[in-house]
Structures are given as C-alpha cells and as structure tokens.
C-alpha cells in the first residue's frame, strides 16, 4: 500500500500563506482519492480539503472554502495544501490521507492510509 508523507508545516503570522505537500511512495498515488485534515489542540480531527484521482472532484470545508487550495500532481505521487489568508484558528497538525475505495470523501472514516502529520501554527 502506499505510504504518505507530509511537510511545509511551520510557524506563519495570521494572514500569511503557506503550502503543505503530502509524498506517496509504495502503490501508484493515481489509484487514490486524497484528503487533507486537522487537529487543533484540544480538537477532534477535522476534514479540510479532499480532491478525486482524477482531480475532477474537490471539496472544502465551510472555514477553509475560498481560502485553501487542494491539488494534486500524480506523475509526482504529491498532493499539495495551499493555504491562504490563515487565521489563528489554522493551528493544528495537519494530516493527509489516501481513500482506497469511496472516492473524495469527507469523512475521516473513508480513508484508509495516513501520514504522520505537519504541525501549522498561525500565531497573532
């Protein structure tokens, strides 16, 4: 199966912009619809972003729509987070994951593989 791995995460004044990567290794990364989630502290896991294998699906959560960018380059086996205009409630670890079987889904339980996680911290 396919291994993931994300970086980018750093620390970014409030209104500043960032762009996570999240590597694939193992399996083709074009067999899998990919997502993008947080945790901030004291949080439960949250869906941010989600895009299709194809990349003709993509989806954002109500706080981060207009303001995040999900992409994907398959040839690379990479999928990015570019985000814009953070605020200081971005704070969190954020984790990609790969969804096998659903396709773009919103919810946590559809995916099936997880990367470690980047920590973002947006400070005031």
């Known amino acids: 199966q396919v291994q993931l791995v994300e970086s980018g995460g750093g620390l970014v004044q409030a209104g500043g912009s960032l762009t996570l990567s999240c590597a694939g290794s193992?399996?083709?990364?074009?067999?899998?619809?990919m997502g993008w989630f947080r945790q901030g502290p004291g949080k439960e896991r949250e869906f941010v972003a989600t895009?299709?294998?194809?990349?003709?699906?993509?989806y954002y959560s109500d706080s981060v729509k207009g303001r995040f960018i999900i992409s994907r380059d398959n040839a690379k086996n990479t999928v990015y987070l570019q985000m814009n205009s953070l605020k200081p409630g971005g704070t969190a670890v954020y984790y990609c994951?790969?969804?096998?079987?659903?396709?773009?889904?919103?919810?946590?339980?559809?995916?099936?593989?997880w990367g470690q996680g980047t920590q973002v911290t947006v400070s005031t």
């Open positions: 895009i299709s294998w194809s990349g003709s699906a993509i």
């Open positions: 994951a790969a969804d096998c079987f659903v396709g773009a889904s919103i919810s946590a339980d559809d995916y099936d593989i």
């Open positions: 193992g399996r083709p990364f074009s067999n899998y619809a």
